[in-house]
């Protein structure tokens, strides 16, 4: 009995596996671009929508998904919820064709898949768009369409220890304060502990590295941009270099931890463990300071720097793909996201500001010190500055900046660094900035 | 007399007979193909377009092998990697050959349990052992710089102050050297034994009479016998350590100052942090041909021996 012939005929056998390879593949691709007919009026329809978030927040969603079922007999949500590397996931999505109908999406991630034709813009009536605020539509848009429909908007902001002012006798910062008046407040702080041991000592700022909207304040601050009117990369002229040496520098005249004495702890922890004075971070930081901060703290704005106080507004919104076959549906499950009573059930669990500006100063209204501050910031700030190649300018930046981070670095070796990218990112780029 | 045997049915169909074999193995070939070399051919077609996964991808001709070859990072990567690479390999040679000679002279219940806990590393999951170290590592609270602060070497490591071992461009490679030699040292230990047991006893009793003991037995007669499994364990363990990420990823995320990007790991951060797939396939590409002239070498060096 021959079970496995022993000449191994390859000719005989070949036919029958290419054969079967190729048909396996044709279906596979087949699927790739399936172009499925509109559902019939009257058949139910099945949503996919993808999300990010903790429990938390995922809860309250399928909470308020059972209402939109309720009220909408023939529509389905399937919630697709990525709650890490949420952005690769979706192009590997998109790379299938098998983006889901509605994606929750930010101000950041909105112009790569825009400048694809990914995405359905969409219209919103004047009515409607006055009770968004400005600023959160505004980082929505792509070459002046409206590309999602805002959830949330954040902006940063300074939280204060105040008991570590009361302990080492330094005065709170003014409701104005600049950043000359932070880093005269810094200095106090230091020398208040001159032979702390390191493992003791209290910063008196947080200090990040990345993302670049941590440090695009201080730039903008001081008059720097880093998009030109053109839309060319322009962080590497004078005034933006200069900002960025100021804020570097501040690690190594230890009014902020160096990466090595902060080491794996986060900013967070350590604002938590009393060894930071200021705090700077958003809205997603307070309830955690809540359950589990043991001093007093208070709400600041971002220090002003020459051209002003100037905070990024980042926003978060929901997006239609093109690709979905039920677009009127996805549409009425948009509105139905981002209406009143949804934004208002999200927004009161503390970890975000609704984009819409009656529901957040409801929400807020237990919180007038942090209203103000986030109402504020929301009108001086600028929308958070996007490209179509955003994952590549973040990743060219971070490469560019890495070894003068921790330095006192001038701004001319900083421009110097910056060069190439002022190169690369500008006629070369495929258009699709934010507006 | 017997009757004669009726052919089995499944043996009736020539065709059927003839290829039985192959539709056996089909399904392993099949997955070989679709997941394997449909993607190695496919890395090596991205390798010439520029593409970001969202729109079609764009024939750019060598530009990305180009962009890689010009961009300082290139020679910082390769560096650490071939640095790291060696590191592991020889540490992981000399530590798995020593471990493994003084186990297989010993036959005491002591050393059994010693072989076992050295290979008890290569079984746990590395998400585990690098949140363990993680913490052996950490500058204030770790294990490492209690023990170096206990018998006073701190002093003269860093003058009293806590060493950052994965946050200092000086010591954070090394740091995960040594965490990948602890991690592998048994497996390579594992495959010493076995070689070390394929070695006949008469030989060595041969030359034991004529009067080679010690050291030069282990010298002429041990070693040269070992050769062909040095050979396949410093290929193995090149080949393995080329493609480290996850203790990267883990533990240091390439940093400080870009200090342990290795070569895989900087592959996937280009794939899927910054969506360039194209540099990233070059990238792919460049490993798999020092890959596979480092298999073509092992077997040459194996046929030559």
Not at chain 1, 357 to 372: D, G, I, Q
Not at chain 2, 97 to 102: C, D, S
Not at chain 2, 176 to 193: D, E, N, Q, R, S
């Amino acid at each position: 009995m021959r079970f496995f012939p022993t000449d191994y005929r390859v000719a005989a056998a070949w036919p029958w596996l290419a054969g079967g390879l190729l048909i396996f593949l044709l279906l596979g691709f087949n699927r790739c671009n399936q172009v499925l007919p509109p559902i019939p009026q009257g058949e139910t329809v099945t949503l996919t929508l993808s999300t990010w978030g903790g429990a938390q927040e995922l809860a309250t969603l399928r909470h308020q998904l059972v209402r939109f079922e309720e009220e909408h007999l023939r529509i389905r949500v399937h919630v697709s919820h990525i709650p890490e590397s949420y952005l690769t996931k979706l192009h590997l999505l998109a790379v299938s064709n098998l983006l889901p109908d509605v994606m929750l999406m930010n101000s950041w991630q909105v112009p790569p898949f825009a400048s694809h034709g990914l995405l359905e813009p969409i219209k919103l009536p004047t009515k409607e768009a006055r009770t968004f605020f400005p600023t959160a539509l505004k980082s929505l848009q792509v070459n002046g369409q409206l590309m999602a429909i805002p959830r949330d908007v954040s902006t940063l902001v300074v939280l204060v220890n105040t008991d570590v002012l009361r302990r080492f006798g330094v005065p709170y910062p003014s409701r104005h304060w600049t950043l000359e008046e932070m880093g005269r407040l810094n200095q106090k702080i230091l020398q208040a502990q001159p032979k702390t041991p390191l493992s003791e000592k209290v910063y008196p700022l947080s200090f990040y590295r990345e993302p670049p909207l941590y440090w695009l304040p201080w730039v903008w601050g001081n008059s720097g941009q880093l998009w030109d009117n053109h839309g060319c990369f322009n962080l590497h002229t004078p005034k933006a270099t200069k900002a960025l040496a100021d804020y570097m520098r501040l690690t190594a005249q230890g009014h902020a931890p160096l990466r090595k004495d902060s080491a794996r702890t986060t900013m967070t922890q350590l604002f938590l463990q009393q060894r930071l004075a200021f705090l700077v971070t958003g809205r997603w930081t307070v309830p955690l300071l809540r359950e589990q901060a043991r001093f007093n703290w208070g709400v600041w704005p971002l220090p002003a720097g020459q051209a002003g106080s100037t905070t990024g507004v980042d926003a978060t919104g929901y997006v239609i793909a093109k690709v979905s076959q039920h677009q009127r549906e996805a549409r009425e499950l948009v509105d139905f996201l981002t209406s009143e009573r949804v934004l208002y059930a999200q927004a009161t669990s503390g970890l975000l500001v609704a984009a819409r500006s009656s529901v957040a100063k409801k929400t807020l209204a237990n919180e007038p010190a942090f209203y103000r501050v986030v109402r504020k910031s929301i009108a001086t700030g600028q929308p958070t500055p996007s490209h179509a190649q955003w994952p590549e300018v973040e990743a060219a930046l971070a490469q560019a900046l890495e070894p003068y981070w921790d330095t006192e670095a001038t701004p001319e070796q900083l421009s110097t660094a910056l060069q190439p990218l002022a190169q690369r990112f500008c006629h070369n780029t495929h258009g699709g900035f934010s507006s | 007399m017997t009757p004669p045997q009726k052919p089995s049915s499944l043996c009736s169909n020539t065709l059927w007979s003839n290829t039985l074999g192959w539709w056996l193995v089909a399904p392993v070939l099949l997955g070989l193909i679709l997941f394997t070399w449909l993607p190695t051919v496919a890395s090596l077609g991205l390798s010439f377009t520029h593409w970001d996964m969202l729109g079609a991808p764009q024939w750019v001709g060598l530009h990305q092998y180009q962009t890689l070859l010009m961009d300082p990072l290139f020679a910082k990567v390769m560096t650490q990697t071939l640095w790291f690479v060696v590191l592991v390999t020889v540490f992981e040679l000399i530590l798995g050959l020593g471990l493994a000679l003084w186990l297989h002279q010993q036959a005491t219940r002591s050393a059994k349990w010693i072989q076992w806990l050295s290979f008890t590393p290569v079984v746990a999951p590395l998400v585990s052992v690098a949140l363990v170290w993680g913490w052996i590592y950490d500058p204030a609270t770790g294990l490492l710089n209690q023990l170096l602060q206990w018998v006073g070497a701190l002093n003269w490591l860093n003058g009293g102050q806590p060493m950052v071992w994965l946050y200092d461009e000086r010591t954070a490679l090394g740091a995960l050297v040594a965490l990948h030699v602890w991690k592998h040292v048994g497996y390579t230990v594992i495959l010493f034994l076995a070689g070390l047991q394929a070695i006949p006893d008469s030989v060595l009793e041969a030359a034991k009479l004529d009067g080679a003991s010690g050291l030069k037995a282990l010298s002429k007669i041990t070693l040269p016998l070992l050769w062909p499994t040095v050979v396949f364990v410093v290929t193995v363990t090149l080949i393995n350590t080329c493609q480290t990420f996850d203790s990267v990823y883990l533990l240091t995320r390439g940093g400080p100052n870009n200090a342990t990007t290795l070569w895989v790991f900087w592959l996937v951060k280009l794939a899927f942090e910054q969506f360039n797939i194209g540099a990233a396939a070059a990238l792919g590409v460049l490993l798999f041909v020092l890959l596979a002239g480092l298999g073509l070498s092992q077997k040459h060096f194996q046929n030559s021996n």
